[in-house]
């Protein structure tokens, strides 16, 4: 788990920074790799944990052989 500070950025922000996707944030988030709160119905990460936590791998996020959603050669770079 990552040490919490005092500066707090928008997801979609947070999401550009780590060079992933908002959906995978909250699921950081909910496995207690990056801190954040809501703020006006909005979910905002903590900076330090971003700068605390290593950067998520493509591996983390697409599953081995692509991501299912479509078939081979769709372009999507899966």
């Known amino acids: 788990m990552c040490v919490a500070g005092t500066i707090f950025v928008p997801i979609i922000e947070a999401a ?3 060079e992933t996707t908002e959906m995978r ?3 950081m988030l909910k496995k207690d790799e990056l801190q954040g709160k809501m703020i006006d119905e909005a ?3 903590d900076r330090s944990s971003l700068n605390l936590c ?3 791998k493509a ?6 052989g692509g991501c299912g959603t479509c ?4 372009g999507s770079g899966c």
């Open 43 to 45: 979910w905002h990460i």
């Open 54 to 56: 290593d950067k998520p």
């Open 59 to 64: 591996a983390d996020i697409v599953r081995p």
């Open 25 to 27: 944030v909250l699921m």
């Open 16 to 18: 550009q920074l780590l």
């Open 71 to 74: 078939g081979p050669g769709c």
